[in-house]
């Protein structure tokens, strides 16, 4: 199974940027899933998880400036991030759970790099 987040990339603060991360090979189901990130110096951080049941729950510091979604049918969950601020710089990475080549567990993608700078 294969998970590979993209559309980082540089952005001026204020601006916009949506993130894809499709899942593909052997993915017989997601049951969940969410996007992380991590700035230079500190630990990883949850921005946005997509319960089993189809909530979604943000991080305070991105609640009404980001939305993620999932698209069911492409294995595939977004990060649309808006008002882009310095302090959203990071690796993003995406992550889901479900049943990946046979077995029930987690896969971590390789991450997409967002640097928000003037």
């Known amino acids: 199974v294969q998970l590979q987040a993209s559309g980082g990339g540089l952005v001026e603060p204020g601006g916009s940027l949506r993130l894809s991360c499709p899942a593909s090979?052997?993915?017989?189901?997601?049951?969940?899933a969410g996007w992380y990130r991590q700035a230079p110096g500190k630990q990883r951080e949850v921005v946005a998880e997509?319960?089993?049941?189809?909530?979604?729950n943000y991080a305070e510091s991105v609640k009404g400036r980001f939305t993620a979604s999932r698209n069911h049918g492409l294995n595939t969950i977004y990060l649309q991030m808006e008002a882009l601020r310095p302090d959203d710089t990071a690796v993003y990475y995406c992550?889901?759970?479900?049943?990946?080549?046979?077995?029930?567990?987690?896969?971590w993608g390789q991450g997409t790099l967002v640097t928000v700078s003037s």
């Open positions: 992550n889901i759970v479900g049943f990946l080549s046979g077995e029930y567990r987690d896969l």
């Open positions: 090979g052997g993915v017989e189901s997601i049951t969940a």
């Open positions: 997509i319960t089993s049941g189809g909530n979604i």
